[in-house]
């Protein structure tokens, strides 16, 4: 958004996701241990075990939820992990605001997504900040790390939008 200081990009060497699934391991695994502490609840929305398996090997607490037989009823959590789209709400502002409401202050919603739509991160970014949450950070994930003194050449294969709960009780208009 215009007038919005930047937010830093972070590269992460991790293999694709295999085809039908949100993530790989080693993604799951960055996710978990960067995003959250031991005890901390995270809410896993993605298609495929790499994220449960991630969350049971650090010894974190999970709620995996099937959202659509079960509703919202989501327990207050550290961190939120889902694919976009969602298989939750069609609405992005819903599920945004569905979001904010279940994450701690401080707390984090991660967002998977193919890489190479360029309009598609802007519109997430969009309505996730109409619902209160601020864009904190920007991850690529690519197959293999850049490398000193050549020209970055990345193969990237997946976005990950880090959106962020105010810790100030309100949240204000930049969440």
Known sequence: MSGDPPVPI?????PAPAEDETMSH????RLVH???HPTDLIIDLTVGPQLARAIIAARRRSHLQ???PLGWDWHEATLIVTG????????????FDRCRTSLVPGGCVAVLLAHGDIV???DIIGAAKRSGLAYLQHIVATDRPPRRGQQARLDIHTDVLILTRSTTQNGG???
């Open 173 to 175: 208009s930049n969440g």
């Open 26 to 29: 080693a993604m799951g695994v």
């Open 10 to 14: 972070t590269v992460w060497p991790v």
């Open 120 to 122: 598609l991160p802007a």
């Open 66 to 68: 099937d959202t659509r």
């Open 84 to 95: 976009w789209p969602t298989r939750e709400a069609a609405d992005p502002a819903d599920f």
């Open 34 to 36: 960067n995003l959250t």
